[in-house]
């Protein structure tokens, strides 16, 4: 990132404000403050691409509460992917409002419908999930007419998610005169149509870095699937900072917390399972613990700011290359040092390498410790939960193969005595006949032949 020269006196003139930004230790402006405040203040609309953790919340905040009076009536709607991140930016917005006294609101699914519903008649502004807000909406709670600022926060991922439509319904609703402002990582194909459709004569903002590659340290350990675990075990114990362990799936995480609260290794653990009030609580617990960690799927990748973060375990590499670097950070900000540590196979080796070189990263191999051997404990879900993964991924590996290595799988399967694909095209034949002879059998006897 550049060197600014600007400071926050430059940019925001609304002395409230200002003030309001100073009062929360923020001294000097990002890059992507530096870009989008002026343009904000300016009425522009405006496309962000910038990655989660450069100060996006601060930008367009600064931008859009100097033109917000206390009325009543909601002028500005924040829409943002997860009930976390929802969470974060009210907090933002209320820290920033209340030397105004605006009123703010958030909305997520998982909380009281009436009570949210009484917050909104005395909301200014307005925070919350596609979801929820469309169901506010529809309950006539939410009145969507006075709103002058749009704000779509984390749009890429909202568009991952699934809102994309949910995201049109809601603009669809909105007054034509308006400012919107979208905030994203990666400007996608869904990102690009809802720019297209709604957001006219646009100002592009990019903020390059991600990761500064100085006070970020990347390593990986090659190891086999079952010993995973026992290397991450001796790792947490090795390195007892504030951290955060990313599986890709919910039944991932909870085998992983349940195995080292086994080890009596204090962790929490959090995912889009969980009950609303269990996540904020485990969020607020993890922030107050100075060297917790934290076991969690990719809901903690983006968007939620956590302080002294120093370790990112990436037990399972994530599906997409783009979600290793939001993950990755999370950590090394505001000139801190972090550490990101990846623990892969033989088999994700290649393209994990391929990845870090795509992204200009270096990554160094480690050696690996001395470990003691630790099974996993899974319940009987768990394990069948298991096994369904990994089948989808060897057929996935094996049918992504031309016909001639197929071939050659075939023949290496028959000799071990595994399944080919005759055996299992035989084994569904014979499945179906079986099912059109009952069939035939229960129309025979209801008389229908």
Excluded: W
């Excluded at 930008?59 to 009076?69: E, K, N, V, Y």
């Excluded at 907090?91 to 030397?99: D, F, Q």
């Excluded at 302080?307 to 037990?315: H, K, M, S």
């Amino acid at each position: 990132m550049k060197n600014n020269k600007l400071n926050f006196e430059d940019l925001v003139k609304d002395k409230q404000i200002l003030q309001a930004i100073h009062n929360i230790g923020i001294k000097t402006p990002t890059e992507i403050q530096e870009k989008a405040i002026p343009l904000i203040l300016e009425g522009k609309n405006i496309i962000a691409q910038s990655a989660t953790g450069t100060g996006k919340t601060i930008a367009f905040l600064a931008g859009i509460l100097p033109s917000i009076t206390k009325q009543k009536r909601i002028q500005a709607l924040i829409i943002v992917p997860t009930r976390e991140l929802a969470n974060q930016v009210y907090e933002e917005t209320k820290k920033i409002s209340k030397i105004k006294e605006l009123q703010a609101c958030v909305i997520f699914g998982g909380a009281s419908v009436g009570n949210q519903a009484r917050q909104l008649k005395q909301a200014d502004i307005v925070i919350g999930t596609p979801g929820r807000i469309i169901d506010q909406f529809e309950r006539k709670n939410l009145k969507l007419n006075n709103i002058k600022y749009l704000v779509l926060d984390e749009a890429d991922r909202m568009c991952d998610m699934g809102f994309s439509e949910d995201i049109s319904r809601i603009i669809e609703q909105l007054p034509k005169e308006r400012q919107t402002l979208l905030f994203s990582a990666t400007i996608t194909n869904d990102v690009s149509n809802i720019e297209r459709k709604y957001i006219p004569k646009a100002q592009r903002i990019v903020v390059q870095t991600y990761v500064d590659p100085k006070s970020l340290l990347q390593e990986y350990y090659l190891v086999k699937q079952n010993q995973k675990f026992a290397l991450l075990l001796h790792l947490v114990k090795q390195h007892s900072k504030k951290a955060i362990v990313f599986c890709n799936t919910r039944s991932e995480v909870d085998v992983i917390y349940n195995n080292l609260k086994e080890h009596r290794i204090a962790c929490f653990k959090l995912h889009g399972g969980l009950e609303q009030n269990k996540r904020s609580g485990t969020i607020e617990r993890y922030h107050a613990d100075i060297d917790g960690l934290l076991i969690s799927t990719d809901v903690s990748a983006r968007g939620i700011h956590i302080d002294n973060l120093e370790y990112i375990y990436n037990y399972d590499l994530p599906k997409d290359n783009t979600q290793y670097i939001h993950r990755i950070g999370r950590t090394a900000r505001a000139g801190k040092k972090g550490k990101a540590i990846s623990i892969i196979t033989q088999k994700e080796e290649e393209d994990f390498l391929k990845m870090c070189e795509k992204f200009g990263f270096t990554v160094e191999e480690k050696t690996l410790p001395a470990i003691v051997p630790v099974t996993l404990k899974r319940t009987k879900e768990q394990k069948e939960a298991l096994e369904k993964i990994n089948r989808y991924k060897e057929r996935k590996e094996h049918f992504s193969k031309n016909k001639k290595e197929r071939r050659k799988e075939n023949q290496r399967k028959l000799v071990i005595g595994e399944l080919t694909e005759e055996d299992i095209r035989k084994k569904r034949i014979g499945f179906f006949k079986h099912k059109k002879k009952i069939r035939q059998k229960k129309y025979i006897k209801r008389g229908r032949r």
